[in-house]
């Protein structure tokens, strides 16, 4: 059986290397193509670009859920994304595909063209959040989990879900880059600064309100010391831009900043603390990602990667107190500071080496539905 994962986009320090899936299984990877021979997702980006995100009324991120954003489907796949390497869907008979929203159609149109292919979707980010605010979209994110042979889920609370209609699904912890495996070549001070919030695309979701009332209630004796900072807006959601202007009335000083699409790993590893209470389960990698960097980051219990990795930092998404409270003590307590770095860098180290079983449990379901 030959099988191919597919993904949205290239892996870069922007994107998650969820093509790591690839490597566990061995497999190549590769992104959609639509029928010009671009990629099916930047042609959703261009989209929510014009339709959305340059609107000055004021709409909701997740107002460009719509399972018909793409469209121009093709059997042609990028291999390792790159456009001039193609390869056909048809040579597969096992795609792993991310059940990320814009590709609830081409899930549709692929079982169309070859019933007989055998999908597994895997969670994405956004996956939770949909299921929170577009009742018209998660009709047809079920239509997608359908089609789909077997689920994998990242979280408990999805898979708890997804057990409720669906009966194949296995629950897996999110995967961690083998990259992360080695002491990142970075400077190892850290500056005084304090993030408060790493964006993605759905800000509506991004909590950055209880991150700035939080860095409001650290002792300013403490705070006035550092420079506050969001990373990670896109400016041409101007409407969503102004919005976040109002926050710095909230802190005199503020700074809002785009992407750091080249020196990303650099920029989160200058941090002395970063303030994430953000209710994506996109926190997953920012947790992953300042583990490996030596950055606390206090961060939203609901996430079990967080968890795992900060235990000791994992609170109430609107919990602001006890944030504040554990930002005073990195930033005043030296040792305490030291052992939640040295504990996440353990815990990572610990999940990283546990993906081997993992991977025996996904060669089980290949196997399984094989069969």
């Given at each position: 059986?030959k099988?191919?994962?597919?993904?949205g986009?290239?892996?870069?320090?922007?994107?998650?290397?969820?093509?790591?899936?690839?490597?566990?299984?061995?497999?190549?990877?590769?992104?959609?193509?639509?029928?010009?021979?671009?990629?099916?997702?930047?042609?959703?980006?261009?989209?929510v670009?014009?339709?959305?995100?340059n609107k000055?009324t004021?709409?909701?991120?997740?107002?460009?859920h719509?399972?018909?954003?793409?469209?121009?489907?093709?059997?042609?796949?990028?291999?390792n994304?790159?456009?001039?390497?193609?390869?056909?869907?048809?040579k597969y008979?096992?795609?792993?595909v991310?059940?990320?929203?814009?590709?609830s159609?081409?899930?549709?149109?692929?079982?169309?063209?070859?019933?007989?292919?055998?999908?597994?979707?895997?969670e994405d980010?956004?996956?939770?959040?949909?299921?929170?605010?577009?009742?018209c979209?998660?009709?047809e994110?079920?239509?997608?989990?359908?089609?789909?042979?077997?689920?994998i889920?990242?979280?408990?609370?999805?898979?708890?879900?997804?057990?409720?209609?669906?009966?194949?699904?296995?629950?897996?912890?999110?995967?961690?880059?083998?990259?992360?495996?080695?002491?990142?070549n970075?400077?190892?001070?850290?500056?005084?600064h304090?993030?408060?919030?790493i964006?993605?695309?759905n800000?509506?979701?991004?909590?950055?309100?209880?991150?700035?009332?939080?860095y409001?209630?650290?002792?300013?004796?403490?705070?006035?010391?550092?420079?506050?900072?969001?990373?990670?807006?896109?400016?041409?959601?101007?409407?969503?831009?102004?919005?976040?202007?109002?926050?710095?009335?909230?802190?005199p000083?503020?700074?809002?900043?785009?992407?750091?699409?080249?020196?990303?790993?650099?920029?989160?590893?200058?941090?002395k603390?970063?303030?994430?209470?953000?209710?994506?389960?996109?926190?997953?990698?920012y947790?992953a990602?300042c583990?490996?960097?030596?950055?606390?980051?206090?961060?939203?219990?609901?996430?079990?990667l967080?968890?795992?990795?900060?235990?000791?930092?994992?609170?109430?998404?609107?919990?602001i107190?006890?944030?504040?409270?554990?930002?005073?003590?990195?930033?005043?307590?030296?040792?305490?500071?030291?052992?939640?770095?040295?504990?996440?860098?353990?815990?990572?180290?610990q999940?990283?080496?546990?993906?081997?079983?993992?991977?025996?449990?996904?060669?089980?379901i290949?196997?399984?539905?094989?069969?």
């Amino acid at each position: 059986m030959k099988i191919i994962y597919l993904h949205g986009f290239p892996p870069t320090d922007q994107y998650y290397d969820y093509t790591l899936w690839a490597k566990l299984l061995k497999c190549p990877w590769g992104i959609p193509l639509n029928k010009d021979g671009n990629f099916l997702a930047f042609e959703m980006l261009e989209k929510v670009t014009k339709d959305i995100l340059n609107k000055k009324t004021h709409l909701l991120t997740s107002s460009f859920h719509n399972h018909n954003v793409c469209r121009d489907f093709s059997s042609n796949i990028a291999l390792n994304g790159v456009s001039n390497k193609q390869t056909l869907i048809d040579k597969y008979n096992i795609v792993i595909v991310p059940l990320v929203w814009y590709f609830s159609s081409f899930l549709e149109w692929l079982k169309l063209i070859s019933p007989g292919k055998i999908i597994i979707g895997v969670e994405d980010d956004s996956f939770r959040e949909i299921v929170m605010t577009r009742s018209c979209l998660t009709t047809e994110i079920v239509k997608g989990i359908d089609i789909c042979d077997y689920i994998i889920s990242y979280s408990t609370q999805i898979y708890k879900w997804l057990k409720g209609f669906k009966k194949h699904v296995i629950h897996l912890p999110i995967p961690i880059p083998h990259s992360f495996k080695k002491k990142p070549n970075l400077p190892d001070k850290k500056r005084g600064h304090i993030c408060l919030g790493i964006l993605s695309w759905n800000y509506d979701l991004s909590n950055s309100l209880s991150n700035c009332l939080a860095y409001n209630q650290i002792d300013k004796n403490i705070t006035n010391n550092y420079q506050a900072e969001i990373i990670g807006f896109r400016k041409s959601n101007h409407n969503k831009y102004r919005r976040f202007e109002l926050y710095k009335k909230l802190i005199p000083g503020l700074q809002i900043n785009e992407w750091f699409k080249n020196q990303y790993y650099k920029k989160l590893s200058s941090y002395k603390i970063v303030i994430h209470l953000t209710r994506r389960e996109s926190l997953a990698r920012y947790a992953a990602q300042c583990a490996w960097v030596a950055t606390p980051i206090i961060g939203n219990i609901e996430c079990e990667l967080q968890k795992e990795l900060w235990p000791k930092l994992s609170v109430d998404p609107y919990d602001i107190k006890n944030a504040a409270k554990l930002a005073n003590r990195l930033l005043t307590e030296p040792d305490f500071y030291i052992e939640n770095v040295n504990l996440a860098k353990y815990n990572l180290k610990q999940i990283i080496k546990k993906q081997s079983q993992h991977l025996k449990r996904i060669k089980n379901i290949i196997a399984k539905v094989s069969e």
